[in-house]
């Protein structure tokens, strides 16, 4: 029965939880059985570098496939239609970047982070690029962690209705506390393990509820379109362009400055930087990369029919009066269905994919301030490797605690904002750094701080100025009114600003290390032996 407060009842909501504490134990007992055996950090920070391009590419796939892509894109396309399309389509693309552009470059330079790939390329200003380095990493892992975190509760909140404060509390916690085991204890090779069997269950679950829809309207493409359209209340409109991001020249703006946030972050997000590590040569990266493209690109292509699915048997105006996000489409779909046992099977897939990415954030932020922050500004290069796996381990705890502070602060926010600000700092601070560092003779290591640091400044600031924050009654704070900046997100003016800053930086101060990037430039061409 689909109820106003969300879209199980007890039976679903005991299986979901069920299935979700044997997916935990079994992963849990695995990654125990996988972590690192020795004290050494390359293999806590890279795991097992003989895997196969497509358990690597599973892998891959299974850190960027958050919530968001499983409940949110879904939502977007049950409540906007093509506009919901066109958003996945820039989701596949994304990963197009990422083989062309920096892939295998920083797979030939890098060792273990991306402060390594820096230090290499800026060796008499490395410190203080790793310091501001580590800083906007734990900032985008930090965004991304909580984003997840308050989608957990925003997932309980489907079937209890508004959870009390204990129950919020409980969840977080809950939820928190296996990601730090994942993370502390496991390393990469347990958030390998559980990053591998995240993405089979998605593609499977996605795969079988597609079919099922599929199946509904007779394997008649049209027919779905045309139902989801009747059940739209907006008739063919519902097909066309312009119903969330046509209606204005702002609302044009803010979907391709969204969309070049997602598309230019994702290839500079701390966690999927360290999988484009890990592979043990560049061949087995590219393989595994591509693999990585066509599993996103089935499931974003799933999505899309599920959204639709959901309109056409659902309807558009009840899921808007469950979930005004949309966030509970794919479950009333399943509701609708397959009854309470397909609604807690994808229920349970969802808070799957929430430890998941969960697990590879804080992995990446506790490598970045224990090989980076500590290991080479604190220590300055001399800390034993039991020292540096110590620390990281220490870190996955403390971040794992703040991301835990930090949802159950702010779980009223809206989880996609979260997120979608995490890549535009990414696209903003990160890439431009990146960009330059691989392909630029003249960066500096004043350039390199300056993109940095203002990259970082410049989205938040638009952030706090935006609709996003105030103004609106979908704002953080409705009930004020001190947004200036129009879009939601900063993308669009953020990432130039960050290359500006770069290229600002380097021309008027610093160090031009031009007999560093020879030695670096014939490095990423040709790789170097990181066995």
Known sequence: MVTAAGVGDRFSLQLT???????????????LLTAPQRDEIGEFYLGNRTMSPLRNGLAMCGDYISAATLLGSTGLVALNGYDGLLYLGGTAVAWMTVLLLIAEPLHNAGRFTLGDTLALRLPHGRRPVRLALAICTLAVTTLYLVAQLVGSVALLTQFTGEPSALTRTLCVVV???????YAAIGGMPGATFIQVVKAVMVISGVTVTAVMVLHHYDWNVDALLGAAADHSGLGTRFLEPGLRYGGSTTSKLDFFSLELAIVLGLAALPHVMMRLLAPRSAKVLRSSVVWAIGLVGLVCLLAGVLGLGATAVVGRETIAGTDRKGDAAVLLLAHALGGGVLTALLSCLAFVTLLAVASGLTLAAASSLAHDLYGEVVRKGRAKETEELLVARLAAVVIGVLGMLLALVSWGA?????????FAIAASAILPTLVYTLFWRRLTATGAQLSIYGGLLCSVLLVVFSPVVSSTPASLYPHADFAWFPLQNPGIVSIPVGFLLGWLGSLLGGRQETEAYDEFEVRTLVGADQS
Do not use: C, D, E, K
Request: glycine fraction near 4%; avoid cysteine; charge should be neutral.
């Open 175 to 181: 939820i928190g506390t296996v990601v730090i085991v």
């Open 17 to 31: 939880f069920l299935l979700f504490l044997a997916v935990v134990v079994v992963t849990l007992f695995t990654a």
């Open 414 to 422: 809206n989880t996609a904002t979260l997120a979608f600000l995490a």
